[in-house]
């Protein structure tokens, strides 16, 4: 069964970074479709970024409009941890981020929903003060 573990969230201001892991176990790394989510109260889940495997399709990373910039997301095959790197950050980027995965390749629509992922972490908080 696959399992994430996410880490690296914090408290920082407006303008700094952090970097957020998370490590995936129970399952062959590479065939995974791996996401980035956030929730902040009184919203719903959004998506934040998405990395695809050099094995399930062409290792192509994608992210939102809202953090396009300012956000990336990588891999490190030899640990199975997929980061996400947080830069400029404001205060609107503060929630809970949790990483998502699923087996095999998603549509580029079907990566921006939470109902395509099968398996989440418990989430790591994120806030950035003014």
């Known amino acids: 069964e696959v399992q994430l573990v996410e880490s690296g969230g914090g408290s920082v201001q407006a303008g700094g970074s952090l970097r957020l892991s998370c490590v995936v176990s129970?399952?062959?790394?590479?065939?995974?479709?791996m996401g980035w989510f956030r929730h902040a109260p009184g919203k719903e889940r959004e998506w934040v970024a998405t990395l695809v495997s050099e094995i399930v399709s062409s290792g192509s990373a994608t992210v939102a409009d809202s953090v396009k910039g300012r956000f990336t997301i990588s891999q490190d095959n030899a640990t199975n941890t997929v980061y996400l790197q947080m830069n400029a950050l404001k205060p609107e980027d503060s929630a809970m981020y949790y990483c998502?995965?699923?087996?095999?390749?998603?549509?580029?629509?079907?990566?921006?929903?939470?109902?395509?992922?099968?398996?989440w972490g418990q989430g790591t908080q994120v806030t950035v003060s003014s």
């Open positions: 129970g399952f062959i790394y590479r065939r995974l479709c």
């Open positions: 998502a995965a699923v087996k095999g390749n998603l549509w580029t629509w079907e990566r921006l929903r939470t109902s395509s992922y099968d398996y």
